[in-house]
């Protein structure tokens, strides 16, 4: 019998978790980061560059996988796994939030979301089943139901048709998963800034049982004052015995922040985009390497950084590859900022299992007050 898709909380620490998801391809160590794949890659990053980060698990895009090359391409591959090289978890997105966001020609009904592809113009037609069956083609470890993202600012009536409709399509998205042994559906919850509205969903989607839950609706232009005011009681809304993600965030503060409120899993395309832009993400804030200061400097971008960008090259070298627009610099920055990043939730999960979170916070913080910071 294949093994099922499980949740282990091992330690808490105020509102902070540390746990294990267990999956057929591999445990995930929570809270945990997951770098993004969009189009069956991590830009700029070989597949065993990315575990050597310590990740554990990637997130796939089902709405440009499915325009490109297409889910029954890539099932006929093999699956995404396969095909992208890749052997640990994969957790793919629905693909709503991609069809609000990026399409200008999109008409929403109780059915689904007709588009047209950003690529080419072609036509399509994307519902809760057909989210599912995209998912499964891929071969995700993680599927997300398909929900609408609710945009920001958003009025208290439109919320919560929003969020209703999202629920509707919770419960087809639950109909149409089946039973998948070794596989996961993951709920979103949504309704915007108001808590009795996030209260409802999260009742809604314990009601139709998910094998995790995601907070969604966030990191769409609240701003993290916002943000952190809807996670000082979202997550405690939802399940103690399943993993709680937070869709698409964030900067490293959003991180220790959200973990603090209790949130297991992430991602962002921050530490990849960034990398692609002359930025390195460190203990002290944002360096841009493109500044002309860095263009003699022999220092590493962060000497007890222990990634091979800043082993073996300069801020003068990184400096000198960006400026020329040199494949291998926005390579090693992305590299360091992945590397950045896993160092920072593994330092996350050793405070919370020994009861030392707070301190490790300050300690944060207090880098980056002092640090050389240049603003994101």
Same mark, same amino acid.
């Given at each position: 019998?294949?093994?099922?898709? #499980?949740?282990?909380?091992?330690?808490?620490?105020? &509102?902070?978790?540390? +746990?294990?998801?267990?999956?057929?391809?591999?445990?995930?160590?929570? $809270?945990?980061?997951? $770098?993004?794949?969009?189009?069956?890659?991590?830009?700029?990053?070989?597949?065993? !560059?990315?575990?050597?980060?310590?990740? #554990?698990?990637?997130?796939?895009?089902?709405?440009?996988?499915? &325009? =490109?090359?297409?889910?029954?391409?890539?099932?006929?591959?093999?699956?995404?796994?396969?095909?992208?090289?890749?052997?640990?978890?994969?957790?793919?997105?629905? +693909?709503?939030?991609?069809?609000?966001?990026?399409?200008?020609?999109?008409?929403?009904?109780?059915?689904?979301?007709?588009?047209? !592809?950003?690529? @080419?113009?072609?036509?399509?037609?994307?519902?809760?089943?057909?989210?599912?069956?995209?998912? *499964?083609?891929?071969?995700?470890?993680?599927?997300?139901?398909?929900?609408?993202?609710?945009?920001?600012?958003?009025?208290?009536?439109?919320?919560?048709?929003?969020?209703?409709?999202?629920?509707?399509?919770?419960?087809?998205?639950?109909?149409?998963?089946? @039973?998948? %042994?070794?596989?996961?559906?993951?709920?979103?919850?949504?309704?915007?800034?108001?808590?009795?509205?996030?209260?409802?969903?999260?009742?809604?989607?314990?009601?139709?049982?998910?094998?995790?839950?995601?907070?969604?609706?966030?990191?769409?232009?609240?701003?993290?004052?916002?943000?952190?005011?809807?996670?000082?009681?979202?997550?405690?809304?939802?399940?103690?015995?399943?993993?709680?993600?937070?869709?698409?965030?964030?900067?490293? @503060?959003?991180?220790?922040?959200?973990?603090?409120?209790?949130?297991?899993?992430?991602?962002?395309?921050?530490?990849?985009?960034?990398?692609?832009?002359?930025?390195?993400?460190?203990?002290?804030?944002?360096?841009?390497?493109?500044?002309?200061?860095? *263009?003699? @400097? %022999?220092?590493?971008?962060?000497?007890?950084?222990?990634?091979?960008?800043?082993? *073996?090259?300069?801020?003068?070298?990184?400096?000198?590859?960006? *400026?020329?627009?040199?494949?291998?610099?926005?390579?090693?920055?992305?590299?360091?900022?992945?590397?950045?990043?896993?160092?920072?939730?593994?330092?996350? =999960?050793?405070?919370?299992?020994?009861?030392?979170?707070?301190?490790?916070?300050?300690?944060?913080? !207090?880098?980056?007050?002092?640090?050389?910071?240049? $603003?994101?």
């Amino acid at each position: 019998m294949m093994k099922r898709f #499980e949740f282990e909380l091992h330690n808490t620490d105020g &509102l902070a978790r540390r +746990g294990i998801v267990k999956t057929p391809r591999g445990d995930i160590q929570t $809270p945990a980061f997951m $770098p993004v794949g969009t189009a069956a890659t991590v830009k700029a990053m070989m597949p065993e !560059s990315v575990a050597a980060t310590g990740a #554990e698990i990637l997130l796939g895009n089902t709405y440009h996988l499915m &325009l =490109r090359p297409g889910a029954e391409r890539v099932h006929n591959l093999g699956g995404l796994h396969k095909f992208m090289n890749w052997d640990k978890p994969i957790l793919t997105d629905s +693909g709503g939030y991609q069809v609000m966001s990026l399409t200008d020609l999109r008409k929403l009904t109780e059915e689904g979301v007709k588009f047209r !592809s950003h690529i @080419d113009g072609s036509e399509h037609n994307l519902t809760p089943e057909r989210s599912m069956e995209i998912q *499964k083609l891929l071969g995700s470890d993680i599927v997300m139901s398909f929900d609408e993202c609710t945009p920001y600012p958003a009025t208290e009536k439109q919320a919560r048709t929003s969020m209703e409709l999202s629920m509707r399509w919770a419960q087809r998205s639950r109909d149409a998963f089946g @039973d998948r %042994p070794g596989y996961a559906l993951f709920g979103i919850q949504q309704g915007s800034t108001f808590k009795d509205m996030r209260e409802e969903s999260a009742q809604a989607l314990q009601g139709i049982e998910f094998d995790g839950y995601a907070v969604g609706g966030l990191a769409v232009g609240e701003g993290q004052d916002m943000m952190f005011e809807v996670l000082d009681y979202a997550p405690q809304q939802l399940p103690i015995d399943k993993p709680r993600y937070l869709m698409g965030v964030g900067k490293p @503060d959003d991180l220790v922040g959200a973990v603090q409120r209790g949130i297991d899993m992430f991602d962002c395309v921050l530490p990849s985009r960034s990398g692609r832009t002359g930025q390195g993400l460190t203990r002290f804030g944002a360096v841009n390497l493109r500044n002309a200061r860095h *263009k003699s @400097d %022999p220092r590493p971008l962060d000497e007890k950084c222990t990634c091979p960008c800043c082993q *073996k090259y300069s801020r003068a070298y990184l400096h000198h590859t960006i *400026k020329c627009n040199e494949i291998i610099g926005s390579m090693l920055l992305t590299w360091h900022n992945l590397h950045y990043y896993q160092e920072l939730m593994a330092g996350l =999960r050793g405070a919370i299992a020994s009861q030392n979170l707070d301190a490790f916070v300050k300690g944060f913080h !207090s880098l980056r007050i002092e640090g050389d910071i240049e $603003p994101i």
